[in-house]
């Protein structure tokens, strides 16, 4: 058991949320060369965290399992009541560095009255994705169908989206040249 333990590596911090904000975290990972033909230079990879609850507050310990040697990228938001609050961060080799300017960000509500579904969006060949998509009032990822499409030869997704719910959806993208 302790030999196990040995082999695991990462890393660990902590963030305290106030009672109506929940706060998810995405590392940012740049795809392998020997895939970027195929699969698009980036994707995201929501970081797992514990919940611990401190009166009306929570504090969020989120993890990284294997930690770049260079440092990861990361994006936060902070999701709270019609408003989303994005900022980015860099966990280093012994501390996190988290901007001083967040960007708030205000949500147009699309109503829709049916289930509909999002594009459909390719994974790279470790099952990682460039788009992510989140229910405004619980901050959990909506989870993608995925599915195989044989004349692309490559794995795909769509999510669901239900009626009557707001949702937040994001893409990391290689900037124009």
């Known amino acids: 058991m302790d030999e196990e333990l040995d ?11 106030p009672k109506d904000i929940n706060t998810v975290i995405y590392q940012i990972n740049r795809t392998e060369k020997e895939f970027l033909k195929t699969s698009p230079k980036y994707t995201v990879e929501r970081l797992d965290c514990a919940i611990e609850y401190i009166g009306d507050k929570r504090r969020r310990t989120f993890f990284v399992d294997n930690p770049a040697p260079d440092g990861n990228h990361l994006v936060i938001f902070s999701f709270g009541k019609e408003r989303v609050v994005v900022n980015t961060g860099f966990l280093d080799y012994d501390h996190i560095k988290i901007s001083k300017k967040p960007v708030p960000l205000k949500i147009q509500t699309i109503y829709n009255e049916e289930e509909t579904e999002y594009k459909e969006f390719a994974y790279t060949p470790n099952m990682k994705r460039q788009i992510s998509i989140i229910d405004m009032e619980t901050a959990e990822e909506v989870k993608p169908v995925l599915y195989f499409d044989e004349e692309a030869n490559e794995v795909k997704g769509k999510c669901k989206l239900k009626p009557y719910k707001k949702y937040f959806a994001f893409e990391v993208k290689e900037k124009n040249k």
């Open 7 to 17: 082999q695991i590596q990462g890393k660990y911090f902590s963030i305290i949320d």
